[in-house]
């Protein structure tokens, strides 16, 4: 009877990573450049110990919060700040704790001190530093990750090469996701970092926002196809623990 608990107890608990991951991307519906989570299959997991050598239970391995890169609805937005990655392109970004970090996050701007980042207020990495613009320049993007810009004050003024996006190509690395909601190479265990970049080519749709790729319907359908598998562990707890209280009662001397 403890067996049947045991395996209805640990098919429950191992749900919890998928909970959390359903409960996010449906969070991030509307968040620009959104990416879901990749898919979790737990795997069965031998438990050594006293007893009979028949305990095992299902656990979600680590590595499985993979991020999938499959494109979301592109949008025109005209604004001449606002890129959309193309294939498995992603950008690099200064994180809060001063390592690289990648999003799909496209919607820039010029922040106080004159570097450029992105709509939920990271740095945008060049090649080798941070892209600063000076005071009084116009920016102009170009589809290979060039940043040019113009000095407005000045007359008959020639576009100045600023700096290249680090625009990386993620098609032959597995990401994984941060708890700051970056990406990062799944090999670098949390310390962030480059990457060498994969074999395709990277490029950018210059005003144009990339949506997220969370499917609601589907989300939906998976919350609650998940939310039942729960309530039947749980019932079938609940019997266990009714079927163990009547044996025992059967066995009791009277």
């Known amino acids: 009877m403890d067996r049947l608990v045991y395996t209805s107890l ?3 608990t191992s749900q919890e990573a998928l909970r959390v991951q359903l409960a996010n991307d449906m969070a991030n519906l509307s968040t620009v450049g959104y990416k879901r989570g990749g898919s979790y299959a737990p795997e069965a ?3 050594d110990g006293p007893g009979f050598p028949t305990r095992f239970q299902p656990v979600v391995p680590e590595i499985q919060n993979g991020i999938n890169l499959q494109a979301g609805a592109v949008s025109y ?3 001449d700040l606002d890129i959309a990655m193309n294939g498995k392109t992603v950008l690099g970004v200064q994180a809060d704790d001063g390592s690289i970090a ?5 919607d820039l701007r010029l922040s106080a001190d004159g570097f450029l980042q992105t709509g939920d207020g990271h740095v945008v990495m060049g090649e080798g530093a941070p892209i600063a613009i000076p005071a009084g320049y116009a920016v102009t993007l170009v589809p290979d990750g060039s940043v040019y810009g113009l000095d407005q004050a ?3 003024a ?8 680090m625009l990386r190509d993620a098609s032959a690395t597995s990401l994984s996701r941060r708890a700051d909601g970056l990406f990062e190479a799944a090999t670098t265990q949390i310390q962030g970092g480059d990457f060498a970049t994969g074999p395709e080519p990277v490029s950018i749709s210059v005003g144009s926002l990339e949506g997220s790729n969370v499917n609601a319907i589907e989300t939906m359908v998976s919350m609650l196809d998940m939310y039942r598998a729960f309530e039947t562990q749980l019932k079938i707890i609940k019997n266990a623990e009714e079927l163990d209280s009547g044996g025992t009662k ?3 001397i009277r």
């Open 45 to 47: 997991a031998y438990l």
């Open 10 to 12: 640990g098919s429950a």
């Open 158 to 165: 020639e576009p100045e090469l600023l700096g290249q996006l």
């Open 102 to 106: 990648f999003t799909r996050r496209g």
């Open 250 to 252: 059967m066995m009791s």
């Open 77 to 79: 937005t005209g604004n």
């Open 154 to 156: 000045a007359e008959a």
